[in-house]
């Protein structure tokens, strides 16, 4: 098993020295002759120049099936002619492709790609939640920000504080899965009441945060 | 290709030499033509009869592929330059919006390939050039 990286620069190098430490096999494919020469001298990896979407370069790999190759070009029409290829000719089904333009996600899983990840989606996700409420202790998106989960504190303001869990009017697509209060774990049920303190972990659709943010800590 | 009497709704990709020619011919002849290119001066290779839609922009983001209503069309061309351009566009067209006529203009030989895999219709211009060419010497040589 090896993990084959394909174009990209800062992050081929970063992600590629992070393989290298845990033991893995790294080959690293990229147009760019210089990048090539400088991931040489730094990297024992396979360098390989030469496009990423040509099958004669991709032929050079040696591909096994059990290979995951991550594709990191700047442009999604690259990456997605590289996947495909790469599925359909060599059987590799591990995946993973950075998308650049956040609305190719669905496009790029439509054709079989289940690990795209757009930088772009993930970074205004984490700034939306930064821009809402200090509240927020955590808040991290998951499943390349099909969901996301937050922490937050209910404080002495908060509309739904007093209240019972069935009486908060929370959207469909969120869950309370827990409560901390004074350290101790509360599993919550409809009668469970929140209180001022409480730190409470919720998992939502992206799309609801907001009004879940809302509607337990305020405006 | 089936003949509609009012014409087909074609999307060209690409208004280069050759998607200028196509569409403006396309245009001529009656179809309802959508032709879309990133770059603005690339309309002007349209000839006069063109009576067609110009979408200004990329064609790989689906945003504008949106906008020229890709899902009602009969056919979508695929005739960038850029063969990974084309395969984006073609396959975009046919597993997400469900166009049952696609075709590419496929540059290197080598990608006709994986066009086939996705049901696309493979134009190469590399060959057909080249079939020219040796059907061209091989007439004279037998004159």
């Known amino acids: ?219 | 290709m089936k003949r509609k009497t009012e014409g087909l709704y074609i999307i060209i990709v690409g208004c280069g030499k050759i998607g200028s020619i196509v569409a403006s011919q396309m245009s001529a002849s009656g179809n309802n033509v959508v032709v879309i290119d990133n770059r603005e001066e690339a309309f002007d290779n349209l000839s006069e009869e063109f009576t067609g839609f110009k979408i200004l922009g990329d064609a790989t983001e689906i945003v504008h592929l949106k906008e020229t209503k890709i899902e009602r069309a009969n056919v979508v061309l695929a005739l960038t330059g850029d063969d990974n351009t084309n395969f984006m566009v073609s396959t975009v067209a046919k597993q997400y919006f469900g166009v049952k006529e696609v075709i590419a203009r496929v540059n290197d030989p080598d990608n006709e390939k994986i066009f086939e895999e996705f049901d696309i219709e493979v134009i190469s211009p590399t060959a057909l050039v080249a079939e020219k060419i040796i059907q061209r010497v091989d007439t004279e040589g037998q004159g």
């Open chain 1, 1 to 219: 098993m090896k993990i084959v990286i394909i174009g990209g620069y800062r992050i081929a190098y970063h992600l590629a020295r992070s393989m290298i430490s845990k033991g893995y096999h790294v080959y690293i494919v990229n147009k760019d002759p210089q990048v090539c020469q400088e991931l040489a001298k730094k990297l024992s990896a396979v360098i390989i120049n030469g496009d990423g979407s040509k099958k004669n370069i991709l032929d050079q790999i040696e591909f096994s099936q059990d290979d995951i190759v991550v594709i990191l070009t700047n442009t999604d029409r690259d990456s997605l002619i590289i996947s495909q290829m790469i599925k359909k000719y060599y059987g590799v089904e591990r995946i993973v492709t950075l998308v650049n333009d956040p609305e190719n996600i669905e496009i790029f899983n439509r054709l079989g790609v289940k690990a795209a990840i757009s930088p772009t989606s993930l970074l205004s996700q984490t700034i939306q939640g930064l821009l809402l409420v200090e509240e927020i202790e955590e808040f991290f998106p998951v499943e390349e920000g099909k969901l996301v989960f937050l922490r937050l504190e209910i404080p002495d303001s908060s509309p739904s504080a007093g209240k019972k869990l069935k009486d908060i009017n929370l959207p469909n697509e969120s869950i309370i899965g827990g409560i901390l209060r004074q350290n101790n774990v509360v599993i919550p049920r409809g009668e469970t009441e929140l209180l001022p303190g409480d730190r409470i972990f919720i998992i939502c659709e992206p799309r609801v945060q907001t009004q879940v943010i809302r509607n337990l800590v305020g405006e």
